[in-house]
């Protein structure tokens, strides 16, 4: 059996949400700090943070900033700000990673696939030709070749 060492992830492993009854994209939105939110741009309606469980790196969501779940009681400015960050972060991405294509939607509904079914937000994945190892597939484990915080200067640059 092959092993793959990254001690690193254990801090990332052991620091699952705290339980609570509130909406950690409520209090992201509210947060003062925004690199320990990971939010690397806003707009009056919306902002856009980094997926702390991230699919790859640079995995961006737009929230906008209401608690609302479904897409049709979303306030239409709202919409348009959160669109409006998904063409910027297109944008960084495509500049900083050199991204190829993004893989970009939202889960409406938990059975739909909503991780956070009352606070809608739109996934932004950046994807590289070829990008699909054997990791996912053979041994179910993605591999982040760099750090959220890494990410956050790097894209934080690219949306200030």
Do not use: K
Request: hydrophobic share 45%; charged share 20%; with cysteine.
């Amino acid at each position: 059996m092959d092993r793959l060492w990254a001690p690193w992830r254990m801090a990332y492993l052991t620091s699952g949400p705290a339980p609570s009854s509130r909406c950690f994209l409520c209090d992201t939105r509210t947060a003062l700090d925004d690199r320990a939110g990971l939010v690397v741009a806003r707009r009056a309606h919306a902002f856009l943070v980094l997926n702390a469980y991230p699919y790859a790196s640079g995995h961006l969501m737009a929230v906008i900033n209401s608690h609302v779940g479904p897409v049709e009681r979303v306030d239409p400015a709202e919409l348009a700000d959160a669109m409006a960050l998904v063409q910027r972060a297109t944008t960084a991405l495509t500049a900083e990673y050199r991204a190829d294509g993004f893989n970009i939607g939202l889960n409406q509904g938990q059975v739909a696939g909503a991780g956070v079914p009352g606070h809608l937000h739109i996934h932004i994945v950046p994807r590289w030709q070829g990008d699909l190892n054997f990791m996912p597939v053979l041994g179910e484990v993605r591999v982040m070749p760099e750090a959220l915080e890494r990410t956050w200067e790097r894209l934080r640059g690219q949306l200030a």
